[in-house]
């Protein structure tokens, strides 16, 4: 494991929704196996806390704040990222409600962020690995690409939608030496559902019998995939809570 972890150091990555939970994990892990960062995410203070930590680890950090949505941000990522061999496609929000409480607009905003957004990095970055020979996309998805919960409809499509580019960008891009790993984790607890507010859906995963799993659990998963080698194609990693 030493020799693959040492194999990881002097890479590049980009993460993307790098201020906090997954992708602050996976940053740091990452520059813990020596592996230089792009890291990108909307909140800049937090954001630079995440690269100040990953410097201390001795590697190279560009952190560049912005939204996703915004393209002109999105060819100036790329562009500062082109050289990464590593892309963890992680950026995305969520709300869960019931179908009929759920507006129009919250719908809209999940999937221009989670679906629309995502494509348009993902195939920014892949243009740049193909260009360059070859790298390694990561796309994080969810238990919610398989399955539909309650309360999490408009959720699960969106992460059906970035399962389907997963497959999709392998498929593709596999002659050009870019393998794409989809890391699906069941809940994990981060601070993306401190916004939840609807009591039926507080009730629900209140009388969950079982705890989510951490982002640490899943950056683990990220670092696997990266530190597979090239005899080993690690194209689906799902992960899940205990009993769950």
């Known amino acids: 494991m030493r020799d693959k972890l040492d194999a990881m150091r002097g890479k590049r990555a980009l993460i993307t929704g790098a201020s906090a939970g997954i992708g602050r994990a996976s940053a740091i892990s990452l520059a813990e196996c020596g592996v230089h960062l792009v890291l990108t995410g909307r909140k800049v203070a937090e954001l630079e806390a995440v690269a100040q930590e990953c410097r201390a680890k001795g590697v190279q950090v560009v952190a560049l704040a912005g939204d996703l949505n915004d393209k002109p941000f999105v060819r100036q990522l790329a562009q500062t990222a082109h050289d990464a061999d590593v892309f963890v496609n992680n950026a995305g929000i969520l709300n869960y409600a019931p ?20 494509y348009d990095i993902s195939r920014e970055v892949a243009q740049h690995m193909v260009a360059r020979g070859g790298g390694h996309m990561i796309f994080i998805t969810s238990g919610s690409a398989r399955n539909v919960g309650m309360h999490a409809v408009v959720y699960a499509a969106t992460k059906h939608a970035v399962s389907a580019f997963a497959k999709g960008f392998r498929l593709e891009l596999k002659s050009a030496n870019v393998r794409v790993t989809e890391l699906a984790p069941g809940m994990v607890d981060t601070d993306m559902r401190k916004g939840i507010t609807h009591p039926d859906v507080l009730k629900a995963l209140a009388a969950r019998p079982y705890q989510p799993i951490s982002a640490q659990d899943v950056a683990d998963g990220v670092v696997y995939a990266v530190s597979c080698q090239a005899s080993n194609s690690p194209d689906l990693i799902e992960l899940r809570p205990p009993r769950a």
Not at 110 to 118: E, G, K, L, P, S
């Open 99 to 118: 179908i009929l409480d759920m507006p129009v607009e919250e719908c809209e905003q999940m999937f221009a962020t989670n679906v629309i957004a995502c």
